[in-house]
C-alpha cells in the first residue's frame, strides 16, 4: 500500500476547496433568505399565514390570509400592510418586494415603470386581505404574472397558487 505524502501546495488547495465549500453551505437560499427577512418588511407572523396568488387573464390577484382560526391582531396587522402596499403599488413603490426578492425580481421593473397602468384595488376580507392587479397591457400582464411566479417560489411554503 502506497503512503501519500501531500505537498504544503496540495494542502492549500484542499484547505481552499474545504473553506469555499462551507461557505457555500453558509449561504443561504433564496427562500431562507426571504423567510429571515420578511419580518423586516411584513408586520404579522409569516407562519401563521400563507400568500395566495391567482394570475388572471387581466392581471392577478394576491390574497394574504390566516392559515386557521382568527386572530384579530394578525388580521389587522395583514389588512393595514396590504392596504399600504397597495397605496405605494399604484404609486410605482415597488420598495419593499425590492427589499425583500431583490431589485432584479423577475417584473418588478416594468410593475414600477407602468403603475400608472395597472388598476391596483385593495379588500380587507374576514381572515386577512387581497390586492388585485388589472391592466389592458399585455407587457405589464407578462410582468404580473412573472412577479407572482417569483413570488411563489421564493416564498416557499408561505406561498401557494390558487
Known amino acids: 500500500m502506497t503512503k ?3 505537498t504544503p501546495l496540495g494542502l492549500a488547495a484542499a484547505l481552499l476547496l474545504s473553506l469555499a465549500h462551507s461557505a ?7 427562500q ?14 409569516l407562519g401563521a399565514s400563507i400568500h395566495l396568488f391567482k394570475m388572471t387573464e387581466t392581471g392577478g390577484r394576491q390574497r394574504v390570509v390566516l392559515r386557521e382560526g382568527q386572530d384579530p391582531e394578525q388580521i389587522a396587522l395583514i389588512q393595514r400592510h396590504l ?3 397597495a397605496m405605494r403599488f399604484q404609486q410605482g413603490d415597488f ?8 431589485e432584479m425580481m423577475p417584473g418588478l421593473q ?9 388598476r ?14 388589472e391592466t389592458d397591457d399585455i407587457h405589464l400582464l407578462t410582468a404580473i404574472h412573472r412577479w407572482f411566479g417569483a413570488q411563489l417560489s421564493e416564498h416557499g411554503a408561505d406561498a401557494k397558487a390558487e
Open 24 to 30: 457555500a453551505l453558509a449561504e443561504p437560499t433564496q
Open 4 to 6: 501519500l505524502n501531500p
Open 83 to 85: 392596504k399600504h402596499e
Open 120 to 133: 391596483i384595488h385593495y379588500s380587507p376580507l374576514p381572515n386577512g386581505a387581497e390586492i388585485t392587479f
Open 32 to 45: 431562507q433568505h426571504v423567510h429571515q427577512m420578511a419580518h423586516q418588511v411584513m408586520p404579522f407572523e
Open 110 to 118: 416594468a410593475l414600477q415603470k407602468g403603475a400608472k397602468q395597472i
Open 95 to 102: 420598495g419593499d418586494p425590492a427589499r425583500l426578492h431583490g
